[in-house]
């Protein structure tokens, strides 16, 4: 299992827009075989800013899901939202271990 957390800043006049387009982008991705977890949360004292956690299969779906036309559009559509570049940062499974990561619960 990889997880990712993408940190994003948006600028305040775009935040409906981002959260339109990211809810976008979070709804096809749940759908590929390899993700098991796809969440988009916001923080609750500063609306700009957004957490994507996305928990993949292997670090193969992981690649696989940038190749996707919908993570595409995403990406490109987002780029101008953006207050600053995106990071993201990678973590292992500790618990659940991988079976209990399920899509399911999604």
Known sequence: MLIVHVHVRVKPEAVAQFREATLENARASVREAGIARFDVV????????FVLVEVYRSAEAAAAHK????????????AAMMAEPRQ??????VFPDSEGWSSDAV
């Open 42 to 49: 916001e923080r609750q004292d500063d609306a700009t800013q």
């Open 67 to 78: 190749e996707t036309a919908h993570y595409a559009k995403w990406r490109d559509t987002v």
């Open 88 to 93: 993201s940062v990678k973590f292992n499974a």
